[in-house]
């Protein structure tokens, strides 16, 4: 990109896509420590964005494209992420709370050390994500498959599942 962005010229170029009914490309974009919280990214594309550190609470990222994108710190509570492609994504440390990621792909995702409390993990593709000492605690996971992920240290209390969840090989929930 070739404009340096601000939290302003992102909120007209989010205006702009909606008009056309596209979502905003802002691949590769610097986004970090911007305040987009409530912003309407739907199916926007932030494939290896920088949105560290930025606040995106209560956003709407449904079916947004994160593919790589870096989220370490991230304010993302009560944002909807819904059916989007968070896979290879860093969250680390990344706070999720109240958030819902239903249907949405974070394999291979950093999660280490992020608040994952009372967030909405349904049939969510966690393969291979890196979920040490996080804190899953009152989490849904009911169909969302978790194989061959690292849980170590994670915070499970009170966390809802069903028989569909699949769990890493040899854990016991």
Not at 45 to 65: P, T, V
Request: hydrophobic share 40%.
């Amino acid at each position: 990109m070739a404009t340096k962005l601000t939290p302003k010229k992102v909120a007209a170029m989010v205006a702009r896509s909606q008009n056309q009914k596209q979502g905003v490309d802002l691949s590769g974009a610097d986004l970090s420590g911007f305040d987009l919280s409530g912003i309407d990214l739907y199916r926007a594309d932030l494939r290896q964005a920088d949105l560290s550190q930025a606040n995106l609470q209560k956003a709407n990222l449904e079916k947004a494209n994160l593919r790589q994108s870096n989220l370490e710190k991230t304010d993302l509570q009560k944002a909807d992420l819904s059916k989007a492609n968070l896979s290879w994504a860093n969250l680390k440390g990344a706070n999720l709370r109240g958030a819902n990621l239903k249907d949405a792909d974070m394999r291979w995702a950093n999660l280490a050390n992020a608040d994952l409390r009372e967030v909405d993990l349904r049939r969510t593709d966690l393969r291979d994500a890196d979920l040490a000492a996080a804190d899953l605690r009152k989490a849904n996971l009911n169909g969302a498959s978790l194989r061959r992920s690292n849980l170590r240290e994670a915070n499970l209390k009170k966390v809802n599942y069903d028989q569909m969840t699949e769990w890493p090989k040899g854990f016991s929930p």
